[in-house]
């Protein structure tokens, strides 16, 4: 029984006495109330209880940052929520067919898909490219170009291989007048041959020989935009949408074998992570299960209080749920984990209670004396366990971080749910389940030395704990929280891969910021400001799409056009049908000859390589006709869509802002008339540091930029604040109601020295481990937090509520249940620290740590400072 010194709650303890009384007197009556109860609960939540997996309303809509992401999301609502789409191939021309191609049949799929562009790849772009060049860039084209045009010309009136190899040879009995660098086409030839005998697919690309990075086709990457429809009811709410994307990506690999097309975007990348998250979750949840189990029968060696401990879980598991349907109505994607609170903290209860009446029947007490002796003597410490962890939770409710937040209001509530069911149900179970014959659990496995530890090195104990809590307070100065959330997700997925390797680009970087402006000529000042910084390289603006110096550039196009115009217009025809072999067979003796007739020819290495090629070629093909057309394939046939891209681009027209078409400026202008700048980071973004910095110089410039590196940097101070406050409140307030209900400051101080030690250990592993607190990892705190605050009351209380003659405090039934009730937890959570998943591998190693360090300031140095001796 309680001393009524040190817990002056007699009140309580009348309550507690009768309570059990009545219990048993009507369980049946009790347990059929109950399941009724919780099948309407179970019915309710089913119903009523919907999953918002929105992430961005996991933080308060009134912070800075959400607001002016609001904000550019009102403005151009086309470019939030976006998939991105890398399409990779081994030629420029292959990349912006495939990148047009994926486009299209994107956009024929409306159901999935509200809208679907390429930055880079549009009408206007395609006629105006050569615009966009600086004016020397184009004149050296116009170089190239025009010494190129007799083979253009000899080539749009024999558009076969032969056609191609007779003007090549032409040229190279001209070596000391060469109309053009035949190095590059020869090398591609090569290239071209070679893979055929290696049979290897192979284009080649005539954009690279003739205009390199000057037709819009900036390299062999590029990317398409797709907004898909999300459903935020779901638990996977693009599942549709991108189910159909890979489907799409995967058909068109089918056709294009040596195309790569990888998705990623902060929706790809936020549907990977929760696959990550849930694939082996039923092969984890059977292993932890099992774990749970074996620690639970380990430590109440019964079947019946197996079954009873499993009752009382799940049904107040049902009712937590059913607060959930009815308080807030949905669940996010923090607070689903309330389940995985409820089960660590639930469970305490049940096994103290257990532990006890088993402790009490072991002891000859009559099953009904036993279940009320129980109730009487552990009910007190399990009030002040939930009335204390429900005030850690509570303590998040008024954070900024309505994710958690709203966790803590559910597990709050479940703790008193929990309390409920383990002091009516759990009774009622145990009257009908009664043990029998029950024999003591046997002597104690843990060493003499170890058992009296606490006690017969105290002074030992108290000044290792203080020594160790002054390294830990230093060890903490190091201590970070990672906000980048790619940080947090399995490296070897699709997205992650695909989006560290853009955040080191200067030009597609997902990182890059966006600035608003209602005023054009503050917006271009604004622009000079932001491209003046170091960690900025180029800020884009609706007026950088008007190409400058354009009457200087449709001079030198205008010129172009009159040399290459009427021969781009026959590269449309039909490839004319000559046989190519007798074309390569023609090809080799013409090389034969230049080698023989110049010994020393300008191209002597580039054509003894091809002459030796083409020898294996021939040698090798066995006169196979659909070899000699694959080859012709390969080496014309992107030919006629470069020249294409070329006619287009030398139609350019001058051009003014309003002349800009409407798809085009969508993206820069929004309709209420603010203007965006894209602002482009200078350094690789996959480094902290660059992040930061970029982030944090910007906004020097200008305070509402947004992107996701802002949203990232502000949840994570945005969680570290609400952390921060809501601990320290909860810290508070948890004293405040030790030092009324235990009208001790002594016996206050032992519930919260040992987890104050146990917080200060706990973090400074973290920092020796490298494992940083991210967004992922800070849920298993409020869950350490009530562990540690349950733990000290139940040692703190079995302590002054006396040990029986020959009872040590270790062997107890309140030290085991700490034991197996922290036990039980690790076994349940064990299984994270193995995950691919970062993030949760990361909470499944603080977790283990937390609860480690929480046994052993529970169980070895709260006993020392206790004065306790045995």
Known sequence: MSNPSIFSLISLDKFLGWWAINILRYPWFLLILTLIICGLSLNYTINNLGVNTNTSEMLSQDLPFQKN?????????????????????????????????LATRLQSQSTYFDSVYIPTENDFFKQQALLYLETDELESLATKLTKAQPFIGHLAQNYHLQGLFSIINTALNQQNDLPMDLEPLLQAINASFN????????????????????????????IVIAQPKMDF?????????????????????????????????EIALEHEELESVSEGSALAGIVSLILVCSSLWFGLRSIKLLLATFIALILGLILTAGFAAL?????????????VLYIGLGVDYAIHLCLRYRECRVLGMENNAAIRESVHSVGFSLFLCAFTTSLGFFAFVPTDYSGVSELGLISGAGMFIGLFVSLTVLPAVLTLLSLKNIKPLGGSCLPLWLVNLPFHFSKSIKIIALVLSVISVGILTQLTFDSNSINLRDPTRESVVTVKELLSSKTDSPYALSALSDNLQHAVQLTKCLEG?????????????VATNQDEKLAIIEDLDLLLGSQLNQFNQPQDKINPKLAVVEFLAQITQVLQVYPEHLSKISLQQLQTILQIFISQTNNTPETYSALEENILGLLPYTMERLRISLTATAYNLNDLPAYLTRHWLSDNGLYRILIMPADNQNIPANQKSFVKEVQKIEAGVTG?????????DAVVKAFINAFSGALIAIILLLLIMLR????????????????????????????SFNFANVIALPLLMGMGVDSGIHIMHRLHAGLGANENLLESSSARGVFFSSLTTLCSFSSLAFTSHVGTSSMGLLLALGIFFTLICTLIVLPAFSGKTV
């Open 69 to 101: 992401r609001q904000r550019i999301e009102a403005a151009f609502p086309q470019d939030e929520n976006g998939l991105i789409f890398v399409v990779e191939a081994q030629t420029p021309e292959e990349t912006s067919q495939a990148a047009q191609q």
């Open 195 to 222: 893979a055929q005998i290696q049979q290897q697919a192979y284009h080649l690309s005539w954009q690279q020989l003739l205009a390199p990075n000057k037709l819009n086709t900036q390299s062999r990457r590029t």
């Open 233 to 265: 009811n779901e638990i996977f709410p693009a599942e549709l949408s991108l189910s159909a994307a890979r489907l799409t990506v995967k058909e068109m690999k089918l056709q294009i074998p040596t195309l790569k097309v990888r998705i990623t975007g």
């Open 327 to 339: 308080a807030i109505g949905h669940l996010n994607l923090i607070s689903i984990a309330f389940a």
């Open 533 to 545: 910084l170091d960690v900025v390289d180029n800020a884009i603006l609706l007026t950088d799409l």
């Open 708 to 716: 996701l590196s802002v949203a990232d940097q502000a949840s994570g």
């Open 744 to 771: 001790s400051v002594k016996n206050t101080l032992l519930v919260v020295l040992p987890l104050l030690l146990a917080t200060l250990l706990t973090g400074a592993s973290n920092v020796l481990l490298d494992n």
